[in-house]
């Protein structure tokens, strides 16, 4: 009589005739899904914006030094309708210089498409994929909210970001990006009054979190966007626009 092959000792924490669930999406996986949310929605809440602006709003500055709002919106879209090839022969053209670049396709651009236009090619490039050249992760959501702010804080435009994406904006903050967007916040120490978050050591200065994002990046703000805090402190004047 022959005996039946023994039966296989099942695997810890296996319980015979269950199917084991999908695996998890890796942390990685969900920070880009969110990020790419984040995004499309921020580019479908800009168009929004620029389709509810008068003339004057549009040909009023804007944060970025000599470009007005019209020449912000040109620049926003400027990822979306540029190739590599393209990107690289209007680099040549600039002679290597990024900022001349950009400076002169935002001027062409704004000239060639109209606010209606301008605003149409953010909502229908919501879930493009682009994003600034050797930039992190949050590159694309920086590029969109800072010039976001460059257009409705100059205005005095009531829209505020929403606190995740600041909060994703924010944490990714590093001495390298600080260096490369010029803002030189040595001694000072940034307080956000509407989020639990500060960044460096030194006199204190409060503001907004998504002000104090365009610090970050660079910005100079008008005078009655940043304070001292309850201590009174001076606002450093290399802040002040």
Do not use: Y
């Amino acid at each position: 009589m022959s005996r039946s092959a023994p039966r296989p000792e099942p695997r810890p924490g296996h319980r015979p005739g269950h199917r084991p669930g999908p695996r998890p999406a890796p942390a990685s996986s969900v920070r880009r899904r969110t990020i790419a949310a984040a995004v499309a929605a921020e580019r479908r809440e800009l168009a929004d914006v620029l389709d509810s602006l008068t003339p004057d709003q549009w040909d009023a500055p804007s944060l970025c030094a000599g470009w007005r709002v019209r020449e912000v919106a040109a620049h926003m879209s400027l990822g979306f309708r540029t190739t590599l090839p393209g990107f690289a022969a209007e680099l040549l053209r600039a002679r290597g210089g990024l900022h001349r670049m950009t400076d002169r396709t935002a001027r062409r651009d704004a000239a060639a498409f109209t606010e209606r236009e301008l605003a149409a090619l953010l909502r229908e490039n919501a879930a493009h994929p682009w994003k600034p050249p050797a930039a992190g992760p949050t590159g694309a959501l920086a590029h969109d909210v800072v010039h976001g702010l460059d257009i409705t804080v100059a205005l005095g435009h009531p829209r505020r970001v929403p606190e995740d994406r600041l909060r994703l904006l924010l944490d990714a903050v590093t001495p390298r990006s600080l260096r490369f967007f010029g803002a030189d916040l040595t001694g000072i120490r940034l307080c956000a009054q509407d989020l639990d978050w500060s960044h460096g050591e030194g006199t204190p200065v409060h503001a907004d979190a998504q002000d104090l994002l365009l610090v970050l990046f660079g910005r100079r703000l008008p005078e009655d966007r940043l304070n001292g805090g309850p201590e009174g402190h001076r606002v450093p004047p290399t802040l002040i626009a």
